[in-house]
C-alpha cells in the first residue's frame, strides 16, 4: 500500500519570510519583535551549575534525579502554592513543547477523539494533535466542548494573547472535563511573568482550583522564560501521578532523557528566585516602554496581562500591520497565526535588548507624529 503522509499545518513562520527580508533592509537593520526568544544572559548561578555537571558519562534519568524531582517539588509550593505534591508527581522533559507536541500520542490519545484548544493558540497544540489523529476543538468555552473531548488545553498566561485565566474558570474548566472524562493539561510556562494581578498567576493545580483531587489533571513549565534557558531545553510536567507515570513508562522506551548536566543546571534554576525577579524587572521595563510607543503609534493592546507578548491591533488587517512595520524596519507576528478568525491583531514579543527597544521606539515616533 502507498504511504499516507501526515497532514501537518503548514509551518506558519514561513510566510513571515518575506517581511522579514523587508524589515533586515532598514538603514538601522531590524527590530525583530516577531519571536519570543530570550536575548538576555542565563544566569551564572546557573551556568555555574551546568559547567560542575559536565562530567556526565553515565546515561541519565528518564525521571530526573531525586534531587531534580525534589527541586521541582519544592518550587511549587515556594512560587505555585501547591504544597501536596511529591517526587512522583512531578516529571522532567526536554523543554515543553516536545511535551506539548507528543503528550497526546503518549496518552492514547487517537483517532476519533477530540483535543480541545483554546480559541487563539499557540500553533503546537493543534500539530499534537494531528501527530495523533485526533481532531480540534478551539474554544474558550467549557460548556461547549464537545462529549468526544479526551484532551483540553488550557494556556495561562496566553500566548499570543498573554490572558490570564481566573481560578473560577479554572475550577470550571476541570469540572468540565471531569464530565467529559477527558485528561485537562495546563500549560502556564509564562507565569513568573505577571504584569498585573497575582504574580505568578494561578495554576491548574492550585488547591484552589482542585482542592487535592490531581486526578487526570496536569500542568507543564518551562525554564526558557523566566531563567533565560530556551537553549538548554528545560522543563517539566507535575499533577496527575497515574498520567506522569504513563508518560514515565513511553519517555523511557523513547530514550527522551533530559541530559544530565541539564538536570544539574534546572535544581539551580529552581531553587534561586532573584534571578527571576530581576529578569522580570527587565522585561517589565520593555514592556512599559513598547506599549506606550505602540498605544502613541495608533495601537490598542488587549488583554497581555501576563507574558511576553503585546496583543495589539491597529484596526486593520494583521498582515497590513505586518507590511506597514516592515517598512519601519520593525518585524511582528500576524495574528492569523495562532487562530483563522484573528484577522487584526499581531503579537508583539518583549525579547529583544534595549538597543533594539531605543531603535523600535524612534521608529514607531515616526508613526506618532
Not at 503518549?106 to 480559541?119: C, Y
Not at 481560578?167 to 476541570?174: Q, W
Request: glycine share 8%; net charge negative; charged share 20%.
Amino acid at each position: 500500500m502507498p504511504r499516507t503522509p501526515l497532514e501537518l499545518p503548514d509551518f506558519p513562520w514561513d510566510a513571515l519570510v518575506p517581511f522579514g527580508d523587508v524589515a533586515r533592509s532598514h538603514p538601522d537593520g531590524i527590530v525583530d519583535l516577531s519571536v519570543g526568544s530570550p536575548v538576555d544572559p542565563t544566569p551564572a548561578v546557573i551556568r555555574d551549575a551546568l559547567t560542575a555537571a559536565t562530567d556526565a558519562h553515565a546515561y541519565p534519568q528518564t525521571a530526573g534525579t531525586v534531587e531534580l524531582r525534589s527541586a521541582i517539588v519544592s518550587w511549587y509550593a515556594r512560587r505555585r502554592g501547591v504544597t501536596d505534591l511529591t517526587v512522583d508527581h512531578v516529571l522532567p522533559t526536554i523543554g515543553s513543547k516536545e511535551l506539548i507536541a507528543s503528550l497526546p500520542q503518549m496518552l492514547g490519545i487517537g483517532a476519533g477523539d477530540v483535543v480541545v484548544q483554546p480559541a487563539v493558540a499557540y500553533p503546537t497544540y493543534a500539530v499534537g494533535a494531528a501527530l495523533a489523529g485526533a481532531s480540534v476543538v478551539s474554544s474558550d468555552s467549557p460548556d461547549e466542548w464537545p462529549e468526544a473531548t479526551r484532551l483540553v488545553w488550557l494556556n495561562t498566561p496566553g500566548n499570543p494573547d498573554g490572558r490570564v485565566l481566573d481560578v473560577d474558570f479554572l475550577k470550571r474548566a476541570v469540572a468540565r472535563a471531569r464530565e467529559l472524562g477527558a485528561i485537562i493539561v495546563s500549560d502556564e510556562c509564562y507565569a513568573e511573568l505577571a504584569w498585573e494581578g497575582e504574580l505568578p498567576t494561578p495554576s491548574i493545580l492550585d488547591p484552589r482550583v482542585i482542592d487535592g483531587d490531581r486526578d487526570s489533571v496536569l500542568a507543564v513549565y518551562s525554564l526558557s522564560k523566566q531563567s533565560n534557558l530556551a537553549g538548554y531545553r528545560a522543563g517539566f510536567v507535575a499533577g496527575c501521578s497515574n498520567l506522569v507515570g504513563e508518560l514515565l513508562a513511553v519517555r523511557k522506551h523513547a530514550g527522551l532523557m533530559p541530559p544530565a548536566p541539564v538536570q544539574a543546571a534546572m535544581v539551580a534554576a529552581l531553587g534561586d528566585d532573584a534571578h527571576v525577579a530581576a529578569q522580570r524587572a527587565i522585561y517589565l521595563d520593555r514592556r512599559t516602554r513598547l506599549l506606550g510607543a505602540f498605544e502613541a503609534a495608533g495601537f490598542r493592546i488587549d488583554h497581555s496581562e501576563a507574558g511576553l507578548y503585546l496583543w495589539a491591533t491597529a484596526g486593520e488587517d494583521c498582515w497590513a500591520t505586518v507590511a506597514r512595520m516592515a517598512e519601519l524596519g520593525i518585524l511582528v507576528t500576524p495574528g492569523s497565526f495562532y487562530s483563522a478568525d484573528t484577522t487584526q491583531h499581531v503579537r508583539v514579543a518583549l525579547t529583544v535588548t534595549d538597543e533594539r527597544i531605543d531603535a523600535a521606539l524612534a521608529r514607531l515616533a515616526q508613526t506618532s507624529n
